[in-house]
């Protein structure tokens, strides 16, 4: 079964520290983990929760992933307001064999912004402590200057590259000197390494 899971920045950063296999476990104050059935579900709660929430550093990010048909038949479905609103309620003390029943990497399908977003890599590189501006700016930079630097750079920050990339493809750096040709071109060059290295985790 395909199932649908929107996280925040921090437990996005979580599930890539496993090659996007598995979900992370819950806090104590967190009992229950909440996969959702359908894609709709999922982006109206990143964008409409994620997005403001302190916590979730204000973005969603909508993951994608696929269930052992054999496991999930064990749970039942919930719907929590709306036909569309359907979720498992997946015990915390759970999560570890539910992690073992996902078939392939847990994808990212979408992603949601919100206006105090500022993707800060804590990464002891040349992008350290830089929002996702400066980074994206520092990278333009880097692959202009030094081919080789610059590959070594976007394998060392590939989680925040992954964090932050969707939001890369829809802002406009003109006014930092990068052209929508030379963003393109950048977005394009990231991706190459990063699935040459096996560090994408986009289902696009």
């Not at 501006?133 to 590939?158: G, P, R």
Request: net charge neutral.
């Amino acid at each position: 079964m395909i199932l649908y899971r929107p996280v925040g920045f921090k437990e996005m950063d979580l599930i890539l520290n496993t090659g996007s296999r598995r979900f992370p476990p819950r806090l104590p104050t967190q009992p229950i983990f909440y996969p959702v059935l359908n894609i709709h579900y999922a982006n109206e709660i990143a964008e409409k929760w994620n997005t403001k929430d302190e916590f979730s550093g204000y973005v969603g990010y909508v993951t994608e992933f696929e269930v052992s048909d054999d496991y999930i038949s064990n749970f039942e479905p919930h719907v929590v307001g709306a036909s569309v609103h359907k979720e498992f309620w997946i015990p915390s003390e759970a999560l570890e064999d539910f992690n073992k029943n996902i078939n392939k990497n847990i994808l990212i399908v979408n992603a949601y912004f919100g206006s105090e977003f500022t993707g800060i890599s804590s990464v002891n590189t040349s992008l350290k402590d830089k929002n996702y501006i400066e980074q994206f700016v520092q990278l333009n930079k880097l692959m202009k200057s030094n081919t080789m630097d610059y590959i070594c750079e976007v394998l060392a920050q590939w989680k925040i590259i992954t964090q932050n990339y969707l939001l890369w493809e829809l802002f406009d750096f003109s006014s930092h000197g990068i052209t929508h040709l030379e963003r393109a071109q950048l977005l394009q060059s990231m991706k190459k390494v990063m699935i040459k290295n096996y560090k994408w985790f986009f289902k696009k």
